[in-house]
Structures are given as C-alpha cells and as structure tokens.
C-alpha cells in the first residue's frame, strides 16, 4: 500500500495553513506568503459558497468564509508591503 494523492492534498492543506497564519503574525514580508496565501483564500471561497449552497450550514459557511479573508488580508498585506 502505497501513499495515495488525498495524504499529498492534506499534507498541502496542512502547509499552507500553516504559511498563513505565520504570514499573519510576522512582521516580515514576503512574495512568497502571499502567492502561497492565495490558494487557501480561493478554495475557502469557494468551499464556503458550496457548505451553504449544497447544505444550507451556516457555520461551515461562516468557517470557511473566516479562513478566506484572513488568506485575503495575508495577500494585501505581504504583496503591497503595507504595516
């Protein structure tokens, strides 16, 4: 039994959380987090449309829709460099 594709998506997840909650506590800045950041503030977008549109829950909406603006504001904040 080999590792199959879903452990290689999670462990992807898993990181790019992981850049962006430290992309929102550094006070560094780099073009790096922010083009990580981007992935997880698009796919929580959408993932937060789907809970509500498929289901009807409203706290996996509200979930997914906090991840996608905190990717949103670690994008602005490490691409223009703002403090």
């Known amino acids: 039994m080999g590792l199959s594709i879903e452990?290689?998506?999670?462990?992807?997840?898993?990181?790019?959380?992981?850049?962006?909650?430290?992309?929102?506590?550094?006070q560094h800045r780099s073009l790096f987090i922010a083009a990580v950041a981007v992935l997880p503030a698009g796919l929580a977008t959408l993932l937060s449309w789907y809970?509500?549109?498929?289901?009807?829950?409203?706290l996996w909406m509200i979930g997914y829709a906090v991840v996608a603006v905190i990717s949103?504001?670690?994008v602005v904040r490490h691409s223009t460099g703002a403090k």
Do not use: C, K, N
Request: hydrophobic share 65%; net charge negative.
């Open 7 to 26: 452990l290689f998506i999670f462990l992807g997840v898993i990181v790019a959380f992981g850049v962006v909650m430290w992309g929102a506590m550094t």
């Open 72 to 74: 949103a504001y670690v």
């Open 51 to 58: 809970s509500y549109a498929e289901s009807g829950s409203i």
